[in-house]
């Protein structure tokens, strides 16, 4: 069943934002859309020349209509015209539980006023406390903070200035400052983080902020988390503008198909200097290919034995041995060809010469990528989520682990089975090294390689094999080494 978003927003004769913008958005995403109009406008991208209310009968019509059939999943609201619509709109989503997405439309691409300052402060009392996610661009955050942005902090201070004034969550757009990225900000007071893209130069566009506001809402009605939905959204916005088309000199966002292509994967960092400075970590000489995991320093020595290529030492219980363990299979690994990563300990990782580690999303937190960035040790990172991928496309690591594919026994895990369709959609994000990890088997081996990953990790199906060495040459059989696209 396709999930129900209603907008609530004004009508655009152009389709280029407004309902029509919100409805066509609404639906490539596979959501039943539901409007409310607030307004009837007359623009065309190059001007307003109207903006005339409805009125509140005719809103609360409206709404008792749509109510009839029951209330949505989220709801993304867009302008509100005056006061009384903001005053009518806020008491008849009193008792909406779900979330509501509410883009605060201020002034037109075109540059007209959309808001007199009497809604504006009926907004922040009335609207405001309600709302779980807002998604104002600078000038709208500027206007609802009496805040001036000139540059990152700016926003990041603006940003929870606006959840002070009640909204859970905010992200604030950074499209219209200038500068190779476009930075949006998410925060919800407490924490923040980034999300940059390539800014394509196409001056102002119309319906963007529709755009982009009507895709979280799909999103987010879809059941993804918002940070899922943020970059989700974002490839949906930064494709609609790559592919606009020009009206009489007026450049409209053209909604196209899901998913968008790779090219249009943000990058995720905590901060929002870090996001230009990416610099790639060396590729593996070999492809990944069969991608044990192992305890211990002996599994790696019979590992090598085995002529396995790429093997993993993850030390999760055994601390006291830790260095020793840590020192002989690297010892073991230098006297042969095999590609191993340290699970976790990056320092000693370096410190032994390993080939690569591997981290976790929480790892990353505590690892000072700079001192790994300063050796030519090689970068796994582990991926469950697309705002994980976000952040691991951020470091442009050696390759990129996603998981797990089936239920797993190996590892607690707070993710549910991606399964096969989710895999292939990461083949298609991923353009480096991809691993398949989680409760891979000889027997579901040949679906996993049919999405075309170039390596397949996996601990039991090896370390509790009846027979590993025999079991390894049957994964083994399976890849076809010495002509890597690395
Ligand atoms: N990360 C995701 S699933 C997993 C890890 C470490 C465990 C894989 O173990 P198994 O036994 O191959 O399912
Ligand atoms: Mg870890």
Redesign the pocket.
């Known amino acids: 069943m396709q999930p129900v978003v209603w907008t609530i927003a004004g009508f655009d004769p152009s389709a280029g934002a407004g309902v029509i913008a919100d409805s066509h958005t609404l639906t490539t995403l596979h959501c039943r859309s539901q409007a409310i109009i607030t307004a009837i406008t007359a623009q065309n991208g190059k001007e307003v020349t109207h903006c005339e209310a409805v009125s509140c009968e005719l809103l609360e019509a409206q709404f008792n209509a749509l109510r009839m059939l029951g209330w949505p999943e989220v709801i993304k609201i867009g302008l509100l015209p005056n006061a009384q619509i903001v005053n009518c709109v806020s008491e008849l989503l009193q008792h909406f539980t779900g979330c509501i997405v509410y883009d605060p439309v201020m002034t037109s691409s075109s540059g007209f006023e959309l808001m007199t300052s009497e809604t504006i402060r009926v907004l922040k009392e009335k609207l405001l406390p309600r709302i779980h996610l807002l998604t104002p661009n600078i000038e709208e955050a500027q206007i609802l903070t009496d805040q001036k942005i000139n540059n990152a902090a700016d926003m990041i201070l603006v940003g929870k200035a606006l959840c002070h004034m009640g909204t859970k969550q905010v992200i604030l757009k950074g499209g219209h400052r200038i500068g190779p990225l476009v930075q949006d900000l998410w925060t919800d007071a407490n924490k923040s983080y980034w999300l940059s893209s390539e800014r394509i130069v196409k001056g102002k566009t119309h319906g963007t902020g529709c755009v982009f506001s009507s895709s979280l809402a799909a999103f987010i009605a879809k059941e993804y988390e918002v940070d899922d939905a943020f970059v989700l959204a974002k490839m949906m916005v930064t494709q609609s503008i790559q592919h606009a088309h020009m009206y009489d000199d007026v450049t409209f966002a053209k909604v196209l198909h899901w998913p968008p292509s790779a090219s249009f994967l943000p990058w995720l960092t905590l901060s929002a200097e870090d996001a230009h400075q990416r610099k790639p970590f060396p590729p593996c000489e070999t492809k990944i290919g069969f991608y044990p ?1 192992v305890d211990s320093a002996l599994w790696v020595k019979k590992a090598i034995d085995w002529q396995v290529k790429s093997i993993q030492l ?1 030390l999760k219980n055994n601390l006291d041995g830790l260095w020793s363990e840590i020192q002989q299979a690297a010892a073991y690994a230098q006297d042969s060809n095999i590609q191993l990563f340290i699970n976790d300990h990056w320092e000693l990782a370096i410190e032994n010469k390993a080939y690569g580690v591997h981290l976790g999303q929480e790892d990353l937190t505590h690892c000072d990528i700079s001192a790994l960035q300063a050796t030519n040790i090689r970068l796994g990172i ?1 991926t469950h989520s697309y705002a994980e991928l976000a952040r691991a496309h951020a470091l442009q690591p050696s390759y990129i ?1 996603f ?2 594919i ?1 239920p ?4 607690p ?1 707070r993710f549910l089975a991606q399964g096969i369709q989710n895999l292939q959609r990461w083949r298609e994000l991923v353009s480096g090294q991809l691993v398949a ?4 088997t000889l027997n579901n081996l040949p679906e996993i390689l049919a999405c075309d990953v170039d390596g397949v ?5 090896f370390t ?1 094999a009846n027979n590993p060495e025999e079991t390894c040459q049957q994964f083994l059989g399976y890849f076809q080494y010495g002509q890597e696209h690395v």
């Not at 990890?437 to 891979?440: H, S, T």
């Open positions: 995991i993850r582990s682990a998981g797990p089936y797993t026994k190996s590892k895990m990890i989680g409760g891979i990790s996996l601990i039991s199906a509790k």
